[in-house]
């Protein structure tokens, strides 16, 4: 069965950091892009980082020189480490592949408040 599972969600004050993992399982992970995607209270689900199947990475401007995005193929798994992390970065981050799994997972909610 193909599964995401994300983990690593937590409140932080502003400035801090928080590192988010996705673990995959039902599929051959290393052979796909990567990507991680978060959704804000009231706006439209938004594409935050790529990893593609060679290490490449892609961000998004709002986070980008702040979030690295990185893979572990062995552990099928997926992160992001979020640094410098701002009230507007409150959202639930969710993965998913490239082409996307229909079934998205639960996400893992950050929320960035004093």
């Known amino acids: 069965q193909v599964q995401l599972v994300e983990s690593g969600g937590g409140l932080v004050q502003p400035g801090g950091s928080l590192r988010l993992s996705c673990t995959a399982s039902?599929?051959?992970?290393?052979?796909?892009?990567m990507n991680w995607y978060r959704q804000a209270p009231g706006k439209e689900r938004e594409l935050v980082a790529t990893?593609?199947?060679?290490?490449?990475?892609n961000y998004a401007d709002s986070v980008k020189g702040r979030f690295t995005i990185s893979r572990d193929n062995a552990k099928k798994t997926m992160y992001l480490q979020m640094n410098s992390l701002k009230p507007e970065d409150t959202a639930v981050y969710y993965c998913?592949?490239?082409?996307?799994?229909?079934?998205w997972g639960k996400g893992t909610l950050v929320t960035v408040s004093s």
């Open positions: 990893i593609t199947s060679g290490q490449s990475t």
């Open positions: 998913n592949r490239s082409p996307k799994i229909p079934s």
């Open positions: 039902g599929f051959a992970f290393s052979w796909y892009a």
